[in-house]
T-cell receptor
Framework: NAGVTQTPKFRVLKTGQSMTLLCAQD?????MYWYRQDPGMGLRLIHY???????AKGEVPDGYNVSRLKKQNFLLGLESAAPSQTSVYFC???????????FGPGTRLTVL | SQQGEEDPQALSIQEGENATMNCSYK?????LQWYRQNSGRGLVHLIL?????REKHSGRLRVTLDTSKKSSSLLITASRAADTASYFC???????????FGTGTRLLVSP
């Protein structure tokens, strides 16, 4: 099993460009999450999903959109990137809310 | 806003010593979890302790939970250089469907 995978690993964008980060999990988990991690800080939840076709806002959702069309995939979109969105983005999944989460390796995004 | 706050922010010890990290949180919880993050990597789950438990062990890890003080501690015994990482607590808060992570403790174990 690959666990949780993220694509791409690195990306550099110019302000105003758009992009989509892909997260895939092969553990048949119901719950999936997108976090961002800034230097010296813990993880902050952007959006999450409790099942296929559902999404919900987390702590810092502004400037991001998500979709969960298939149970195994959770997409994070930036419609118009801003320098403040420079960060490392982590995807995670879990069987149920509150259970241990399994994390992907992260995507390092730089917005110039 | 972050729910948990770890203390200390950074800890430097020698191999063989014990490392203790503390986590405080603000609201009632279902469980509290500890994660490790090696530099440049994703988080790895270490241990989960439920609100009705007071202590839990896993290998060289010992976690305690004091719900009256809203605090938890993670003890790593006989530390190794490979334990060098950042450690985060995360709380599953009653009524929510997501974990809330603390700000982390950076542990450096020197050979």
């Amino acid at each position: 099993n690959a666990g949780v995978t993220q694509t791409p690993k690195f990306r550099v964008l110019k302000t105003g460009q758009s992009m989509t980060l892909l997260c895939a999990q092969d553990m048949n988990h119901e719950y999936m999450y997108w976090y961002r991690q800034d230097p010296g800080m813990g993880l902050r939840l952007i959006h999450y999903s409790v099942g296929e076709g559902t999404t919900a806002k987390g702590e810092v959702p502004d400037g991001y959109n998500v979709s969960r069309l298939k149970k195994q995939n959770f997409l994070l979109g930036l419609e118009s990137a801003a320098p403040s969105q420079t960060s490392v983005y982590f995807c995670a999944s879990s069987t149920l809310a509150g259970n241990e989460q399994f994390f992907g390796p992260g995507t390092r995004l730089t917005v110039l | 806003s972050q729910q948990g706050e770890e203390d200390p922010q950074a800890l430097s010890i020698q191999e063989g010593e014990n490392a203790t990290m503390n986590c405080s949180y603000k609201t009632s919880i279902n469980n509290l979890q500890w994660y490790r993050q090696n530099s440049g990597r994703g988080l790895v789950h270490l241990i989960l302790i439920r609100s009705n438990e007071r202590e839990k062990h896993s290998g060289r890890l010992r976690v305690t939970l004091d719900t009256s003080k809203k605090s938890s501690s993670l003890l790593i015994t006989a530390s190794r250089a490979a334990d060098t990482a950042s450690y985060f607590c995360a709380t599953d808060n009653t009524g929510f469907q997501k974990l809330v992570f603390g700000t982390g403790t950076r542990l450096l174990v020197s050979p």
